[in-house]
Nanobody, 116 residues
Framework: QVRLVESGGGLVQAGGSLRLSCAVS????????MGWYRQAPGKQRELVAR???????NYADSVKGRFTISRDNAKNTLYLQMNSLKAEDTAVYYC??????????WGQGTQVTVSS
């Protein structure tokens, strides 16, 4: 089992920055995918950024050039640096991990609110 705990959300003005963290624990050896998703009110959950393989990253078109996904393996932590935030980035952000046994894990989510 994998446990994911997000932190770092909050209220920020448009144009500002936030850094989300996701602390990973449990069966870390089984993880083969990690990323960030978000869900705005009334909308479906959508991919924000993810690692594909060990170093390749994918980003949603809406966040390219503004958000950066990274990880610190020594600290078992996944990050999402969000710059130039816009009102439309307001959502609950979720950390995600996929595992080699086919199970998916999600964190509890952290709220990001961008005021315009």
């Amino acid at each position: 089992q994998v446990r994911l705990v997000e932190s770092g959300g909050g209220l920020v003005q448009a144009g500002g920055s936030l850094r989300l963290s996701c602390a990973v624990s449990g069966s870390i050896f089984s993880i083969n995918a990690m990323g960030w998703y978000r869900q705005a009110p009334g909308k479906q959950r959508e991919l924000v950024a993810r690692f594909v393989g060990s170093d390749t990253t994918n980003y949603a078109d809406s966040v390219k050039g503004r958000f950066t996904i990274s990880r610190d393996n020594a600290k078992n932590t996944l990050y999402l640096q969000m710059n130039s935030l816009k009102a439309e980035d307001t959502a609950v952000y979720y950390c995600y991990s996929g595992t080699s046994n086919g199970l998916d894990y999600w964190g509890q989510g952290t709220q990001v609110t961008v005021s315009s």
